[in-house]
């Protein structure tokens, strides 16, 4: 007779976040209880109990289970105790080689209350991959559903905001750490690069993101990361949309419900909801860090330090080299020492008077141009703003939104006669088949159909891309009309205007004209590039323009 097995029990439960929400029947204590219960009805012997408490049954990385089957290779236990087969996973593939292989092949028998470990089994785990799958898809439906309607669906709020306390979906701006955030994005305002000025923050001892997250909980944080600033961690920032007050989700997301590496989604999949919360900064500041990033700006200080607001920025209008810096010294009559800054053509600079020309200009000569026209061209947006953004597409060259409109007409023109000559060409080639068609025929007719087709898809694709341009260069100079305006009684030029607002300037050499030196400068703005026509073009009506600001101004 056969020695009766002595068994070495381990018990096995599981409990994840949606089989919680299932009630008490599974949870962590009702298994333990009916599994111990079992255990001290047939009086065998618990060895250890295996939890894992928040755990998707699709991730066999789970603690408490990789624990159990370190104990099953070991023979610490003979005998693995479930209330079912979910609790050991939902992947029937890893569940299956987990009860037919490896729990065999070490000797540990698999007990299920609620089920037989029998031929059955594979079907049973296959219904629970499903059961998962399922679930998965809900989870997913419903985060996306609430990322669209602005709901934040993350873990951490983004650094400077907290959760509301009245809704954990929205953000309420937590102070002391906005006022970090608004530093950062006015140290990038001024020209300064990501590693800059995450070295300016770890000199002051200002603490990282992470470690105010966690300080601000009580709690001591449990993630094997950089407890400083770096120079990513500001890129992130100054490119996160929420400081704007725009929620921007679904980024990342995993591979699957089987496998949860995170992945990077394409921009297009990214879910977006505009306006969710009060920002941070103002979207002056926004656009301005945009245009840094977009240029590489990177300044260029002098010896004492100094960083001119026009450096990188200056080009000479003749051949297009870089302006460049140069300090002036001169020594008086009296002795007295006399300074200078102004620029002069690189090119000159490097090869003389066979290259180019000086263009020597003043600093403070240009501060005073540029930001007279400046003052001058946002005046005539406060004025009269759909006007100027006329102008401007008219300047372009550009089509005006009833030629838009016309293009819209035609392009719909195009494409609804493009199914019917499908649906000809088709017939044509039917009664070419059944012989009531003629072949001449039939060849007239096919090369006339096919080479209108070709031209109507043609002349469609080229309208799309009329409407599209049509509709960015409108989107453009209304932008610019807005960025703007906020200028028109600019007195003080500083790093964030230019960069806000200016592209580049060129700068032309001096000439004479009715016996005054004169010395042109163009301002190329962000957007819409050089609009100085607007200036000659209606001069009158202009100047009309401007003093009607005037008498408004004073009036105020």
Not at 57 to 86: C, F, H, W, Y
Request: charge should be positive.
């Amino acid at each position: 007779m056969a020695a009766e097995k002595e068994h070495k029990v381990g018990i096995y439960v599981r409990l994840s976040n949606e089989d919680a929400r299932a009630g008490e029947s599974v949870s962590i204590e009702n298994q333990k209880l009916i599994l111990t219960k079992h255990v001290k009805e047939n009086g065998w012997e618990l060895i250890d109990t295996y939890i894992d408490d928040g755990f998707s049954g699709t991730n066999q990385n789970r603690p408490a289970l990789q624990k159990m089957l370190a104990d099953v290779r070991s023979k610490r236990i003979n005998t693995l105790l479930i209330k079912d087969l979910s609790r050991l996973g939902r992947n029937y593939l890893e569940v299956g080689n987990l009860a037919e292989v490896l729990l065999p092949e070490h000797g540990c028998e698999l007990i299920s209350l609620n089920e037989k470990v029998d031929e059955m089994m594979v079907f049973r785990n296959w219904l629970n991959e499903q059961h998962s799958k399922d679930t998965s898809k809900k989870v997913r439906a419903v985060k996306r559903m609430c990322a669209k309607d602005g709901k934040f669906i993350g873990s951490m709020p983004p650094f400077g905001f907290c959760r509301d306390p009245e809704n954990k979906h929205r953000f309420v701006i937590d102070e002391p750490a906005a006022a970090i955030v608004r530093k950062i994005f006015q140290l990038r305002a001024e020209g300064k690069g990501y590693k800059t000025i995450s070295y300016h923050l770890n000199e002051a001892g200002i603490i990282s993101p992470n470690e105010y997250f966690y300080q601000q909980k009580n709690s001591q944080n449990p993630r094997a990361t950089l407890r400083s600033w770096s120079d990513a961690t500001i890129r992130l920032l100054l490119n996160n949309e929420v400081y704007i007050g725009n929620m921007v989700q679904g980024k990342s997301g995993t591979v699957s419900y089987k496998n949860s590496k995170l992945i990077k989604k394409a921009k297009e999949d990214w879910i977006r909801s505009d306006g969710t919360h009060e920002g941070i900064i103002p979207l002056e500041l926004w656009e301005c860090t945009r245009k840094i990033g977009e240029k590489r700006y990177q300044p260029r200080p002098q010896k004492n330090g100094d960083v001119s607001i026009f450096s990188g920025i200056l080009v000479c209008a003749d051949c297009g080299y870089k302006m460049r810096l140069h300090n002036k010294r001169r020594t008086r009559a009296d002795g007295s020492l006399y300074g200078r800054t102004c620029f002069i053509c690189g090119s000159y600079a490097r090869c003389g008077k066979t290259a180019c020309t000086t263009h020597l200009i003043g600093e403070n000569d240009l501060m005073a141009i540029v930001a007279e026209q400046i003052r001058s061209h946002a005046q005539m947006v406060q004025c009269d703003e759909e006007r100027i953004v006329r102008e401007i597409l008219r300047q372009q060259n550009d089509e005006t939104e009833t030629e838009r409109a016309n293009f819209q007409s035609e392009l719909k023109s195009h494409k609804n006669r493009l199914p019917m000559l499908n649906r000809l060409i088709e017939k044509l080639y039917e009664d070419r088949l059944v012989g009531t068609v003629p072949e001449t025929v039939f060849r007239n007719l096919i090369q006339k159909y096919e080479q209108e087709r070709v031209e109507r898809q043609n002349a469609a694709q080229a309208l799309e891309k009329k409407i599209r341009s049509v509709k960015q260069n409108t989107n453009n100079a209304t932008r610019w009309a807005g960025l703007i305006k906020p200028y028109a009684r600019l007195e003080t030029l500083d790093a964030q205007t230019i960069v806000l607002l200016v592209d580049r300037i060129a700068i032309g050499d001096t000439y004479t004209l009715q016996g005054k030196k004169t010395q042109d400068v163009k301002i190329i703005y962000n957007y819409v590039g050089d609009i100085d026509g607007l200036c000659a073009v209606g001069e009158s009506e202009n100047e009309d323009m401007r003093n009607a600001f005037v008498k408004e101004a004073m009036r105020v």
